[in-house]
């Protein structure tokens, strides 16, 4: 899609702006803020709007938005007080008031003779579904286009290693190289959903890697990022930009599937609805409320393996749960949804490393499981929930430098999303290695992102009984009870060093002294 207004012509394909044609610098966020600006023209878009859009979701300040805004103007020659192009609608948000054209306007069609023939358009899978268009070649070399093309292909052997997503062939997406395309016409061709695509500039012996996540229907961005490398193994770097994107596109895609399954009025939905709402309930820790959707979803469909894999985990919470007068009912159940998980779903990743987690917490083997997670991992390196659950029961073997190291791996592949996860588990991990002051920061990034969930808030009173606060312990202590009246020292503990064990539960001890 092109752009043009006034001497500027934007190029999404090329992400490219030029002015009389020459070019502009421009950053990768302010370009897809200008872009978000040029699509939404017909209304003015709201800081909230901007955020979800261009920022994923993520939270930031009214003065990192207004230099993004002001960077925007700049690179179109407009500025805060002209607002010829940008303008501020006070404490509702901003909008592109000015003239513009989009290339292919019936205002000045193309030659009939010169149009390519129509493709048909392809109903949606009913899974989610994503095409992977070639990237610009932005290097002004052409032998960089084997490059770009390697890219391209490597994202998309990362992605189809995702087992609940559908991805198009490289055959049919490369049909697109070369040409100005508008997503949303690329996902009715194609039959998608999303739409990744992206640009390769090289300079020197670096090279900089740029690529936007786009939902096809509605054009919004989704994501956006930039992976900066050197060229002295080209295949190196491919194979790790794929990982990356792979594994930072996997969350947001589930996330926006999830937003698109509650926005549904129906009262007949499918196992995969089912699934969506209780993996959105199950990060609120309503553990009860999950498991009867994820029932109600496999009587729909008994061998839907990711619900099955979901539904052990929930039971594997409700068994170790002391506050529970029904936990003993849990366990047996749990294990048999994590064995049937297996059974039906034995080459899908996200559900053998759910298996995984509940069968070691409810006594099953742990090196057998073990291995099944690497096993998941190993079919697809690029799912961080993997390196999640293997840091965990690296953990309980007793590895915990190896936990902190798949704990870190997970947050590499994945920042957004598993920043708070990984918090628990990396500093879980300190504290067994007894690094006390550094387990504290992120023990408390776990309370924050999930103040029901009281294993943090177990470990944080530990922690600093060990350091001798007992006063910040006692602290810790009257919070977990808020929650969970009856605090209980003697835990079902899934940690095969026993010098482990004893360290948690001294410091639990320690805490709960003189707190009764």
Not at 210 to 225: C, F, K, M, N, R
Request: aromatic share 8%; net charge negative.
């Amino acid at each position: 899609m092109r752009f043009l207004f006034g001497e500027h012509v934007l190029d999404t394909a090329r992400r490219e702006l030029r002015r009389g044609g020459e070019p502009i610098a421009v950053e990768p966020q302010v370009f897809d803020l200008l872009v978000y600006l040029l699509q939404n023209r017909a209304r003015v878009v709201s800081k909230d709007d901007l955020l979800a859009s261009v920022w994923g979701g993520r939270i930031v300040s009214d003065a990192t938005l207004d230099s993004r805004i002001a960077a925007v103007r700049r690179a179109v020659g407009d500025s805060g007080t002209a607002q010829g192009l940008i303008r501020t609608f006070a404490r509702k948000g901003v909008r592109f008031v000015g003239e513009v054209r989009e290339e292919g306007d019936p205002a000045a069609p193309a030659p009939e003779s010169a149009a390519e023939p129509r493709r048909p358009e392809l109903a949606l899978p009913e899974k989610p579904s994503i095409a992977v268009l070639p990237f610009a070649n932005l290097s002004g070399d052409p032998e960089q286009e084997y490059f770009a093309d390697g890219m391209v292909e490597e994202i998309i052997t990362a992605l189809s290693r995702i087992r609940w997503l559908v991805v198009i062939a490289r055959n049919s997406s490369f049909t697109y190289k070369g040409q100005a395309v508008d997503v949303k016409q690329v996902g009715r061709e194609l039959g998608v959903r999303y739409v990744l695509e992206g640009s390769v500039r090289k300079a020197g012996g670096r090279v900089r890697i740029a690529g936007q996540l786009i939902e096809a229907e509605t054009g919004a961005h989704l994501w956006a990022d930039r992976f900066d490398g050197s060229l002295e193994d080209v295949f190196d770097l491919q194979d790790k930009v794929a990982s990356s994107v792979a594994g930072i596109i996997e969350p947001a895609l589930r996330a926006a599937e999830t937003a698109r399954s509650a926005s549904r009025r129906t009262s007949d939905l499918s196992a995969y609805d089912l699934y969506l709402r209780a993996h959105a309930m199950y990060s609120t820790y309503d553990l009860r409320r999950t498991l009867t959707l994820l029932e109600e979803a496999i009587t729909r469909d008994p061998h839907y393996g990711p619900g099955l894999g979901l539904a052990a985990q929930c039971c594997q919470h409700l068994a170790t749960n002391f506050n529970a007068p029904d936990r003993d009912e849990f366990r047996p159940k749990g294990i048999g949804f994590a064995r049937r998980a297996i059974e039906v779903a034995e080459d899908d990743p996200g559900v053998l490393a759910n298996a995984a987690m509940a069968l070691a917490v409810l006594g099953e083997d742990l090196d057998a499981m073990i291995a099944l997670v690497d096993r998941a991992i190993a079919f697809n390196p690029s799912y961080a929930g993997g390196w999640h659950i293997s840091g965990f029961l690296r953990l309980w073997a007793g590895q915990t430098d190896l936990a902190i190291e798949h704990g870190e791996m997970a947050l590499r592949l994945s920042p957004r999303a598993r920043a708070n996860e990984e918090a628990f588990l990396i500093g879980t991990a300190l504290f067994f290695a007894r690094r006390f002051a550094e387990a504290v920061p992120r023990l408390w990034i776990a309370i924050e992102a999930a103040p029901a969930f009281p294993n943090p808030y177990r470990y944080l009173a530990a922690c600093y009984a060990h350091m001798g606060l007992l006063d910040e312990a006692h602290a810790m202590i009257a919070r977990l009870r808020a929650i969970m009246p009856e605090v209980r020292v003697d835990l079902l503990l899934p940690y095969r060093n026993p010098q482990h064990r004893e360290l948690f539960l001294s410091g639990l001890r320690l805490a709960l002294s003189e707190t009764t």
